[in-house]
């Protein structure tokens, strides 16, 4: 692999140098840090990262390259990617493709080389900022000059969404599940078609008529990158078919549910990104180690005010990492069940859907509030 000397300019000032992998392009996003020792083709793949490029806090990135059944997506779309030592020599018999490889033919540009330790700590005291990758030649101030002249990525669900109706079936369904996508993780999909469902994945503008037009047993909202207040058509969605359906969403969607229903959402300082957040469950006392990727959060005091209960809360910093509203047969969880970081498997919510969907069923298709 041919590298060439790439820089990091942020819009604080500081500024990286080391060896490009990946695609070679000029890129300007959203710099975060993910703190997963493990993950990387799920990171990369994550339609959450849309508009956000990377720092791996894990020194070695590559080292196992890329399964083509591993993928979260079938076009990644991350803004980038920086680790403090890339391998391009994977050691694993499921491997189909490096890292390297498949960043050059999605258009997303890596650094290595660089102190990850050193952006980790900038990041989390200042808080996520804007920077461009860039070649190393380019003079800071001209860096700087193309970073403050592009304007901030908006309408991020837009950008990732679907744009035509597509299915995943499963042998022997239980349930038909429309799943509205607002950058819907593949896992997400696998996880429902374990669970005896049929899924439909409609785009996040589809109108309520269409998706009640379907028949579905279950509404599922997706995680998905940017503002949640910027996706308003799902919140509209959420106003419209909430009480009609039962409900279940992951990230982005637990945002939307609670923003349908009075609560605020802000933007956290550095959000969180790792396989190893510990979150209480409310209503069993237990610890749940969680897998989470998102910049925003709800507000705890807003949701007083609306028939929304706290369910889950984030043990390291208080915030609110689930929901739920049981005469609407609504819940919604921060975290990714999903990914089941464990040891204490969050795959239950999955089993709470199900037991919603058989309970609407049972009632002939009505919720009784």
Not at 267 to 273: A, C, D, E, L
Not at 315 to 340: I, N, W
């Amino acid at each position: 692999m041919k590298q060439k000397s790439k820089q990091i300019v942020c819009e604080n000032g500081a500024r990286f140098v080391g060896r490009g992998f990946g695609a070679d392009v000029e890129r300007i996003a959203e710099l975060v840090f993910s703190t997963a020792m493990v993950g990387y083709q799920e990171i990369l793949s994550d339609l959450s990262c849309c508009g956000q490029i990377v720092c791996m806090t894990y020194p070695l990135i590559g080292n196992y390259g890329l399964a083509a059944e591993d993928y979260e997506t079938k076009t990644p779309n991350i803004g980038g990617f920086i680790v403090r030592e890339y391998n391009d020599n994977p050691s694993n018999y499921r491997y189909t493709q490096t890292l390297s490889e498949q960043m050059e033919e999605c258009g997303i540009p890596g650094v290595e080389g660089v102190d990850t330790r050193m952006i980790t700590r900038m990041v989390r005291d200042e808080g996520s900022m804007r920077a461009i990758i860039t070649d190393a030649d380019v003079p800071v101030e001209e860096a700087m000059r193309r970073l403050r002249a592009e304007p901030p990525m908006r309408d991020h669900v837009r950008r990732v969404s679907c744009k035509k109706i597509w299915y995943s079936r499963t042998a022997n369904p239980r349930f038909n599940v429309v799943a509205v996508d607002c950058g819907i993780k593949l896992g997400i999909i696998r996880s429902l078609n374990n669970c005896k469902c049929n899924v439909t994945v409609v785009p996040y503008d589809t109108p309520a008529e269409t998706i009640l037009a379907l028949r579905p047993d279950g509404l599922f909202l997706s995680n998905g990158p940017g503002n949640p207040e910027d996706a308003r058509p799902v919140i509209e969605l959420v106003r419209a078919l909430q009480g009609r359906l039962p409900v279940f969403g992951i990230c982005l969607g637990y945002q939307i549910i609670a923003l349908a229903n009075g609560a605020r959402a802000f933007k956290m300082k550095f959000g969180h990104r790792g396989g190893n957040h510990p979150v209480k469950n409310l209503e069993t006392g237990k610890i749940e180690i969680t897998s989470q990727n998102h910049s925003y959060a709800i507000d705890v005091q807003s949701l007083e005010k609306t028939p929304l209960t706290l369910t889950h809360v984030n043990v390291l910093d208080g915030t609110a990492e689930g929901v739920s509203c049981p005469e609407k047969r609504m819940f919604a969880v921060q975290y990714h069940p999903e990914s089941c970081p464990g040891p204490q498997d969050s795959g239950y919510l999955f089993g709470k859907f199900i037991e919603n969907m058989s309970a609407f069923k049972a009632q002939g298709g009505v919720i009784h509030a």
